[in-house]
């Protein structure tokens, strides 16, 4: 989607194959793609990987934090490596790329744009997703002072709370490191989403709305609407409740 708009871009992935053919694909229609090697829960790799993209194309206008895993299970059961999984992709991974990148897209003086990536699970919990809902909660937080954060710089910064969307997250086991693996008999079963499941060519497009109209939250479903208004109705009303009734 951002090099039909004419961008060069770069893929940083785990799965160094992915990442090479997604670049692939982006050559196959005329743009110009750098495929990279990166683990996101390491620093260094991050630091090289903003190394590479500043030296090979010269600046870096749009960072997108996307990589993440999903893991289920009740927090009573979960372990310390779970933990340490997902934290270390969708939070660590997140606090990274701002690391790595941001200080250089403010020297550069161009305007820019931040996307990290939450979920719907970052703004309303659900039973059974105790560490991926710590995870998202905090990149939404984060996001949210990011933005103002930024503002003088002109970066701006959006925030992906997505629904179901058809992408392997649901396959997040493969790429988890073997010292962060559990020796479990049975794993938990995947939760089932509400709602529909948007095709990632969907989901590009309100993304790439939301950097061209500056807008913090990117909302991909509909259906989203009535749990979070239910959750701030329940807010509202625990405030009301404390305060003091005139008689």
Avoid at 107 to 122: D, E, L, P, Q
Wanted: charge should be neutral.
């Amino acid at each position: 989607m951002f090099a039909r708009e004419g961008a060069r871009v770069v893929v940083a992935d785990v799965d160094e194959a992915s990442a090479r053919a997604a670049a692939d694909e982006v050559r196959a229609r005329g743009g110009t793609a750098l495929a990279v090697h990166t683990d996101v829960t390491d620093l260094a790799q991050v630091q090289a990987l903003a190394d590479r993209a500043f030296a090979e194309l010269g600046a870096v206008d749009v960072l997108c934090n996307n990589a993440g895993v999903a893991l289920w299970g009740s927090l009573e059961d979960a372990t310390h490596r779970d933990w340490q999984w997902v934290l270390g992709v969708n939070l660590w991974g997140v606090i990274h790329g701002i690391e790595a990148f941001v200080p250089r897209m403010i020297a550069s003086g161009r305007r820019g744009h931040i996307v990290n990536t939450a979920s719907m699970a970052g703004l309303v919990a659900t039973r059974g997703l105790g560490i991926y809902n710590t995870s998202k909660y905090a990149v939404v937080g984060l996001s949210e002072t990011l933005v103002k954060d930024l503002a003088p710089h002109g970066i701006g910064v959006s925030v992906l709370c997505p629904l179901g969307v058809a992408t392997r997250i649901r396959a997040s086991e493969r790429n988890r490191p073997a010292h962060l693996r559990n020796e479990r008999t049975r794993e938990p079963e995947p939760i089932a989403l509400d709602g529909t499941t948007l095709a990632p060519e969907a989901v590009a497009e309100l993304v790439l709305s939301a950097i061209l109209e500056n807008r913090l939250y990117v909302i991909t479903h509909p259906e989203s609407l009535e749990p979070i208004r239910k959750r701030f109705q329940r807010i509202e009303r625990a405030i009301l409740e404390q305060q003091p009734r005139h008689r």
